[in-house]
């Protein structure tokens, strides 16, 4: 009766040791960034290491006079050795965890940021593309430019050079705005319509998507045939909507590269961006509309949901960045975001590269637009 206590009490301190710790681990690793990551890393698998250490040696020295915190005996020897290659196993899953999370979104998340993206699933959004592998596998592929992995249906081949065509333009314009890089593998699936393309993806009222954690473009073809005529406006949106998100795939491997986190960026300047250079610089003609101000705008929830109260959200973006680039150049672009990599605060290295606010922006990137308008 009485090692049958023994061993319940060491089994119930085992439990209780590998769930304390293994929390423990997971807090560690939500503050710490990537170089000190290694460094918590290494110490805590040298706890642990310890930890199996004692286990050998209070089993082969003490026997059943092992006593090592709550741990008693012989089947505490034991308990002990299998909870430390429990927690060695658990250690190794959150560290590599940590280590591919920081690598893909940026070195330098926080806190806050790892907790968002956790929490991010159960949130509801529409900007993600969900659903899409069936459609993939049912497709012809052909590689473009060498980074490129176009997924399309037999009849749809005969757009492939102005897919080929929008992508070079693309290259070119981003590259003048980034800098020549490598680019890694991008695939880029063809929907047939719109409609596919929300059924597939859950995305409404769009043409074109880009999906950063699975390099990944969508883009609807709606009007084929218009497309392959060079009709002007099925051509243009479908030449345009590639070149939009190109630009989402090239921007974020700029930001990635400067070990930012991908969302210290806020969702205005990425659409607008994206937008500056999928419409070539082209000036649209300004409307007026209800404006929302661009701090308004920062987070994937907040664009969605003014975009689908019938904000015209991107064309706010687009103006912002197009008042941007007249005023400091190109360069700003690049500036800015470098300048935000190194602060790791969008708000002080938007300052710092433009000498305004954001808030300043927002009273002032419009002014001409609405000249011009009133002028007309």
């Given amino acids: 009766m009485k090692t049958t206590l023994i061993i319940c009490w060491n089994l119930l301190n085992s439990i209780l040791m590998f769930a304390i710790l293994s929390t423990l681990f997971v807090f560690v690793f939500l503050f710490v960034d990537n170089s000190s990551g290694f460094v918590a890393g290494a110490m805590l698998f040298l706890v642990v290491g310890g930890l199996f250490c004692v286990s050998i040696y209070g089993l082969v020295q003490w026997g059943k006079k092992f006593k090592f915190l709550f741990f008693r005996s012989i089947s505490g020897a034991v308990m002990l050795m299998l909870t430390s290659v429990s927690l060695f196993l658990s250690l190794t899953v959150i560290f590599f965890i940590n ?8 070195h330098s998340m926080t806190f806050q940021d790892k907790i968002d993206l956790y929490s991010s699933p159960f949130k509801n959004t529409t900007h993600s593309p969900k659903n899409y592998q069936s459609l993939k596998s049912d497709r012809d592929t ?14 749809e081949k005969g757009i492939i050079p102005i897919i080929e065509d929008a992508l070079k333009e693309a290259i070119l314009l981003n590259n003048r705005v980034f800098g020549e890089v490598e680019n890694p593998q991008v695939d880029l699936l063809l929907h047939s319509t719109s409609a596919e393309l929300t059924t597939y993806t859950s995305m409404v009222d769009t043409m074109g998507y880009y999906d950063e954690s699975r390099d990944m473009m969508g883009v609807a073809i709606n009007n084929y045939d218009g497309v392959l005529s060079k009709n002007e406006a099925a051509y243009y949106y479908f030449y345009n909507t590639i070149m939009h998100e190109y630009t989402h795939y090239r921007m974020q491997t700029f930001i990635k590269e400067n070990g930012l986190y991908l969302y210290r960026v806020p969702i205005w300047f990425h659409e607008g961006v994206a937008e500056y250079i999928g419409m070539n610089g082209v000036r649209s003609g300004y409307y007026p509309f209800e404006e929302v101000n661009l701090t308004g ?16 959200v991107y064309t706010q973006g687009h103006f912002a960045v197009l008042y941007l680039v007249d005023t400091y150049g190109e360069d700003i672009v690049s500036m800015i975001i470098t300048e935000t990599a190194k602060l790791n605060d969008f708000e002080k290295g938007f300052k710092k590269a433009t000498g305004i606010s954001v808030n300043e922006l927002n009273e002032v990137y419009l002014i001409e637009e609405k000249k011009m308008y009133e002028e007309m």
């Fill in 297 to 312: 705008l920062s987070t994937h929830e907040q664009w969605d949901s003014y975009r689908s109260e019938e904000f015209d």
């Fill in 99 to 106: 280590y591919m999370l920081l690598n893909e979104f940026g």
């Fill in 142 to 155: 052909l590689e473009l430019l060498q980074h490129v992995t176009v997924y399309h249906l037999d009849e």
